[in-house]
């Protein structure tokens, strides 16, 4: 059996004026090895180490704190019995001196309102005015047993004895509290605000993923999925494709056709005032013939329109004519499984390649992307069934 080692106890330290030494434990580490293994252990020694000036001012204010917890304790069972006695005459014992605790509770609480609420002195206006009201009633309580009783100077002295414990907590309280400049106190309160906003954020953050960890455990991986979210949105269309006013046609406007044999024409005159008056077509406009044909083939002398009866003109009204606008694009908010379901919508005949493709394209490309790609899909005919 292992003997415990005493403490090697240190000399005293020799005395120096003003500085006081107290004995205290410490603990050294030894590090032992033992076939190959080490192990650490704690050794206590005696040691003396200079201690603190004592803190005169720390001891007064403890003793005032705990005059003021002793006073608030003796007047809550002074009180308490003098209410209790009070209410006894309407009710049971046990609930009179039961409500009786009332009196005070309220009014130590206002009082523990106004110490949280010390650095913001605007805000502790309500509880000390609710401090005081209360503390009057719970006065009055007491004075009103005494009266009844036919002692009014001891009701009066009773009621004394709330009020005395109050102010023991004004002067306990007035000395904690540290009034604070404009501009310090909105740096305190900034700061407590930037903590709530944090805190707030966190504990929701707990209360979504606790929601999120049922639903997968009660409905899967795919839980919550068979809500779709589908918006309709219109292609936005540029002011040249808007479609112009189509006017009559003009049979001098339209060129007459070529004749074949007619070599390269000279450069033409501007062309007549007419022309100016064609209306612009949409984009994109099909290609012209390819022989180029000036505005006017006719000489130079001839300002006559040239009258046609070919279908020529019908030609370039055709040509003038906007494409239809497309159908509005359908764009689907979700996961894979939506924009699988309105890629089978668009084209129920779809086949496994084409629609992974897709899936790649929108969502980047993935191992076993066309495994889970026919996975979704068969889970959607399947409802859609």
């Given at each position: 059996?292992?003997?415990?080692?005493?403490?090697?106890?240190a000399p005293?330290?020799?005395?120096?004026?003003?500085?006081?030494?107290?004995?205290?434990?410490?603990?050294?580490?030894?590090?032992?090895?033992?076939?190959?293994?080490?192990?650490?252990?704690?050794?206590?020694?005696?040691?003396?180490?200079?201690?603190?000036?004592?803190?005169?001012?720390?001891?007064?204010?403890?003793?005032l704190?705990?005059?003021?917890?002793?006073?608030?304790?003796?007047s809550?069972?002074?009180?308490?019995?003098?209410i209790?006695?009070?209410l006894?005459?309407?009710?049971?014992?046990?609930?009179?001196?039961?409500?009786?605790?009332?009196?005070?509770?309220?009014?130590?609480?206002?009082?523990?309102?106004?110490?949280?609420?010390?650095?913001?002195?605007?805000?502790?206006e309500?509880?000390?005015?609710?401090?005081?009201?209360?503390?009057?009633?719970a006065?009055?309580?007491?004075?009103?047993?005494?009266?009844?009783?036919?002692?009014?100077?001891a009701?009066?002295?009773?009621?004394?004895?709330?009020?005395?414990?109050?102010?023991?907590?004004?002067?306990?309280?007035?000395?904690?509290?540290?009034?604070?400049?404009?501009?310090?106190?909105?740096?305190?309160?900034?700061?407590?605000?930037?903590?709530?906003?944090?805190?707030?954020?966190?504990?929701?953050?707990?209360?979504?993923?606790a929601?999120?960890?049922?639903?997968?455990h009660?409905?899967?991986?795919?839980?919550?999925?068979?809500?779709?979210?589908?918006?309709?949105?219109?292609?936005?269309?540029?002011?040249?494709?808007?479609?112009?006013?189509?006017?009559?046609?003009?049979?001098?406007?339209s060129?007459?056709?070529?004749?074949?044999?007619?070599?390269?024409?000279?450069?033409a005159?501007?062309?007549?005032?007419?022309?100016a008056?064609?209306?612009?077509?949409?984009?994109?406009?099909?290609?012209?013939?390819?022989?180029?044909?000036?505005p006017?083939?006719?000489?130079t002398?001839?300002?006559?329109?040239?009258?046609?009866?070919?279908?020529?003109?019908?030609?370039?009204?055709?040509q003038?004519?906007?494409?239809?606008?497309?159908?509005?694009?359908?764009?689907?908010?979700?996961?894979?499984?939506?924009?699988?379901?309105s890629?089978?919508a668009?084209?129920?005949?779809?086949?496994?390649?084409?629609?992974?493709?897709?899936?790649?394209?929108?969502?980047?490309?993935?191992?076993?992307?066309?495994?889970?790609?026919?996975?979704?899909?068969?889970?959607?005919?399947?409802?859609?069934?």
């Amino acid at each position: 059996m292992s003997r415990k080692r005493k403490t090697p106890e240190a000399p005293r330290p020799p005395k120096v004026p003003g500085v006081r030494y107290v004995k205290t434990t410490v603990y050294d580490v030894e590090a032992r090895t033992f076939e190959g293994e080490t192990s650490y252990r704690q050794v206590p020694r005696t040691a003396w180490v200079p201690a603190p000036p004592r803190d005169w001012d720390a001891m007064v204010a403890r003793a005032l704190v705990c005059a003021a917890i002793l006073g608030t304790v003796l007047s809550l069972g002074w009180s308490t019995e003098s209410i209790g006695h009070l209410l006894d005459r309407t009710g049971s014992d046990v609930t009179a001196y039961a409500v009786a605790i009332v009196f005070d509770v309220v009014w130590l609480a206002c009082q523990a309102r106004e110490w949280l609420e010390r650095e913001y002195p605007e805000r502790a206006e309500g509880a000390k005015a609710g401090g005081y009201v209360c503390l009057i009633l719970a006065m009055a309580a007491i004075f009103a047993n005494g009266y009844e009783a036919g002692e009014t100077i001891a009701g009066a002295s009773g009621a004394a004895v709330s009020a005395l414990a109050k102010f023991l907590w004004v002067l306990a309280l007035g000395y904690y509290a540290v009034e604070l400049d404009e501009g310090a106190a909105y740096d305190l309160h900034a700061r407590r605000q930037r903590i709530a906003v944090r805190l707030a954020l966190r504990a929701s953050r707990r209360r979504l993923e606790a929601t999120e960890a049922y639903e997968r455990h009660v409905y899967g991986d795919q839980g919550g999925l068979d809500v779709q979210v589908t918006r309709y949105e219109a292609p936005e269309t540029s002011p040249a494709a808007v479609p112009a006013p189509v006017s009559p046609p003009v049979p001098a406007v339209s060129p007459a056709p070529a004749p074949v044999s007619l070599p390269t024409p000279p450069p033409a005159p501007p062309a007549p005032a007419p022309a100016a008056t064609v209306p612009p077509v949409s984009p994109p406009a099909p290609a012209v013939p390819e022989a180029p044909v000036p505005p006017a083939v006719a000489p130079t002398g001839d300002t006559s329109p040239v009258a046609s009866p070919a279908p020529a003109p019908v030609e370039p009204v055709k040509q003038s004519r906007p494409t239809p606008a497309a159908s509005p694009a359908l764009q689907v908010v979700g996961g894979k499984t939506d924009f699988i379901r309105s890629a089978i919508a668009a084209d129920p005949g779809i086949t496994l390649d084409d629609l992974t493709d897709q899936v790649r394209e929108t969502y980047g490309d993935k191992p076993n992307l066309r495994k889970d790609v026919r996975r979704l899909r068969a889970r959607i005919e399947g409802k859609a069934s």
